[in-house]
């Protein structure tokens, strides 16, 4: 199982980025999948969910109407489409397997919100 998150960086606050997740190494198409994130000092915070044919999603209060998760089966990809980024958001952000409990992740993408 392989998992390459990419499209984090340094944003102000009030901006957007979009993550980006190639899965290979299993059959993604058929997997629930989820990002989870990391803030300095603190556990993993599940961020949302999506079911394997994109019928259902989950997103935590905290990002609700911020974050859009989508997936594209056909290309194995799964994305984080992010906006009005407030300095709470700065995390590592993970791909993952899984609906409510993450199971193989990727390496991480930094996203650094600060003025």
């Known amino acids: 199982v392989q998992l390459v998150e990419s499209g984090g960086g340094e944003v102000q606050p009030g901006g957007s980025l979009r993550l980006s997740c190639v899965a290979s190494?299993?059959?993604?198409?058929?997997?629930?999948m989820m990002w989870v994130r990391q803030a300095p000092g603190k556990g993993l915070e599940r961020v949302s969910s999506i079911t394997y044919n994109g019928a259902a999603r989950y997103y935590a209060d905290s990002v609700k109407g911020r974050f859009t998760i989508s997936r594209d089966n056909a290309k194995s990809t799964l994305s984080l489409q992010m906006s009005s980024l407030t300095t709470e958001d700065t995390a590592v952000y993970y791909c993952a397997t899984g609906w409510s409990t993450a199971g193989y992740r990727g390496q991480g993408t930094q996203v650094t919100v600060s003025s």
């Open positions: 190494g299993f059959t993604f198409s058929s997997n629930n």
